[in-house]
């Protein structure tokens, strides 16, 4: 009787929970870019189910009984404004869910869920606007990250993942100056703005921590005529206020001392047969970021602490590599010239202190011209043998074993193209005995067998127990060919992968020496790169390794990048030769438009204009991609 | 000779001890010389000193350097102590520990600039990392003996012979302190 009634139970909880399958996954997206969760949420009986760690990203805590999980369990949740409530879960697998949709608004959170792409995209609300003059508060319900800019006198403030209202009425705001605010959203309403109408440029700094619910910029320089929104005649530039207003909080670090910015005075082109030689003369030396961007092709050099002497007409250039450049000045105090490309150019920057100018050389890359197919590529699967490389968070898996996996569809690939495609290993060997003899042996591999060029295939790892996710590709140094050969490979990995894109970056970032490998094959003269294709201490960087689909479309993807690298954009949307109007962006998989955006503090940011502001060509550069740390 | 009760004699001793220590705790006071005001912190209650210890955190799907602060112990040189310290913590919830399981500091030695540091084969034997993990585990070292302004280089050795690689980098002679990972800066 009992057995019965137990049967009958379980059969009851059987058809009331039917099994939640891979199919019910959806997307959350917190702070305007998708989050990583070891269990993803799902979609079950019209809500959606997350697992209790995505109450980290809404800045929640919660309470609950982890070892004897059941169904129905009652979750304690106080939120990050400290309002306390509770929830049932629902077991899924052995993990416990919560209906974050349903609590959202608990979590003062705004939930948008599309149904049609599958995302649920929660943002924060705003709880107060405060503006006195000296400075700007932004409260939001949860913390969020957000990015400082300027844009002619305008202080611009973004905040990741933040709910604007419709209605500029329905927020509180509290200004007690005359000077406008004004609030928009964009990147699909993943962020909110808010943007300053100053009547000059002046000073500002960001006070707050880079993550935060209380966001604090401190703006100096405003006199109480500015304030009340009277502009006099005669002003004097350099004249400052005394700083008003608290004092930062928590100051550790000592304080910047700012020089003064230096002039682009002319900038001008010349053209050397194949080479095509940029020169901007400068008042002085300055700091820049160099990045590249694909489809469409552009090589952008972001000069930091510099103005324009004056406004600079788009020039059109018409050389084989460079169609055109364009300069503006796309924050307060940094210039962006972009140089629209015909084809993936390989960059060499150099400050040229006789003449005073940044000269930005491009050239086509190393070996580069011609067919794939008359190329000798080799691929070089990273560790082997005793030196099993990373361990996965399996406590199982080795990188060595997807390093090999990935590189054979590689040669698969190449060689069914007639490529001569070699293997520095192609079994489970390690190359001497040992680390170094392991490096030098496939260095000299590539030499002896003349390579054009050298792909190495990594998987990533960092210690501890919180492992990031994505794929980053490394080239050496300011090695320009071997910088090309990244971006063009790691472009179109990016797009097949679905892993958060960690960029292209310079060895130089990782260690001073570089990367072991990367240093003795470019010193051979061979354009290498090195690619991380994800974290094997990342459960879903891991599964994807693993994935013999995963590691044949990786390998698909690239011999498109190898392609494009040799051959140009012979087989993809050619750009128009105007750059005065920049052409729609070819549409591939990578526009998910869910991806965090790219940024760092103290490098010049990738700034739209602020949504009512006319169209500058400049601030339009697609998809900044940080290349190189400053210099 | 009457005979006294024995649990007289018993509460007679109580009584006693009683009263005796009433008269001691209350008299205390007044006994106890008046402290001077203190003139000068003194120097057996010194603060121990701190020094900076640098762990792996992950933040925003980046890994970081981050600073924490330990304390030198009795007979530790600054330097031995931030080492040792590093090497010894554990992981915690935020923050990594970057050095490979099992590592022993076998000597340090500081002379003209160069940190001379001797680990066991453990250092090199279990490092099982990425990329990224070499640049944490060397960057923790090179971060931590470079807060003393006596350290510009350190040298690397593997039970007294010189450590090449541990798999990415190449570690061969002084690797200079002055190097900041921009991609693992917690001050840039």
Known sequence: MRHTTAFIFLLVLALVKPPVSAADEVALVVGGGKIFLHTPPVFVDGSVYAPLAALDAVGAKCETDSKHKRDGQ?????????KKFSCRARLV???????????????????????????????????SIAFDGSELRVTTSYPVTYADSWWNAKLILDLHGVQMPARQSDLPIENSTAIAIRTGSHDNGETGRIVLDLPKAVEHKVKSARKTSKIAVSISGLRPADLAGVIPEGRVADEKAPPVGQPPQAETKPPVIELPPVSVTDIGC????????VRVSMSGPAKYLTSMTRQPDRFVVDIANAVLAREFDDMPVGHELLQGIRVGQFAEKAVRIVMDLTRIAAPDVEWDEASGSLVISLRLPKNAGGSL?????????????????????????????????????????????????????????????????????????ARRHSADLF??????????????????????????????LAYCVHSEVITV????????????????????????????????????????KHPVDLAKLKDPNFQQEVAEAVVRGLRTYVEGNSSSLRQSGNPESPPSEPITDAESAVEPPAETHDAPKQTDKPATEPQKPTSTTGPHRPGEAYK | MKKV???????LLIACVALGAYLAISRQPAERPQPPPPPFPTPSVKAPKKVKVYRVAVENNQPKLRATE???????????????RLIEQGDTSDLANPIPKGTRLLGLKVEDGLATVNLSREFRDNFSGGSEAEGLTIGAILRTLGQFPEVKRVLFLIEGKPLDTLGHLDLEGPQDVGWVGSEYGDDN
């Open chain 1, 93 to 127: 697998g052995d993990e416990l869910m919560l209906p974050i949709r349903d609590i959202a608004p608990e979590l003062g959170a705004v939930a948008d869920w599309d149904e049609v792409s599958r995302i649920l995209s929660l943002r924060a609300r705003i709880e």
């Open chain 2, 70 to 84: 330990s304390d030198v112990r009795p007979g530790e040189s600054p330097p031995e102590a931030a080492l040792r």
């Open chain 1, 373 to 445: 197919a008359d190329k000798i590529v080799v691929i070089d699967p990273g560790h082997g043998g005793k030196d099993p490389g990373a361990g996965g968070c399996d406590g199982q898996w080795q990188e060595k074993n997807s390093n090999l996996a990935i590189a054979l569809c590689l040669q698969k690939a190449l060689s069914d193209m007639g490529v001569c495609a070699l293997m520095t290993r192609k079994t489970d060997v390690r190359l001497g005995s040992t680390k170094t003899e392991d490096l030098n042996s496939r260095a000299a591999f």
């Open chain 1, 455 to 484: 792909v190495s295939i990594h998987g990533n790892s960092v210690s501890g127990p919180r492992s990031p996710s994505g794929i980053e590709t490394y080239y050496h140094g300011r090695e320009a060919s071997s910088m090309a």
């Open chain 1, 497 to 536: 992968a679905d892993l958060p894109d960690l960029k292209v970056k310079s060895d130089f970032r990782l260690y001073q020496t570089g990367l072991g490998i990367l240093r003795r094959v470019v010193s051979c003269g061979i354009p290498a790169m090195l690619i991380e294709l994800g974290f094997v």
């Open chain 2, 5 to 11: 009760p024995r649990a007289s004699i018993i509460i």
């Open chain 1, 270 to 277: 010349r053209k050397h047969g194949r080479r095509a030689e």
């Open chain 1, 74 to 82: 009652k979750v304690k949740i106080t939120s990050a404004g400290g």
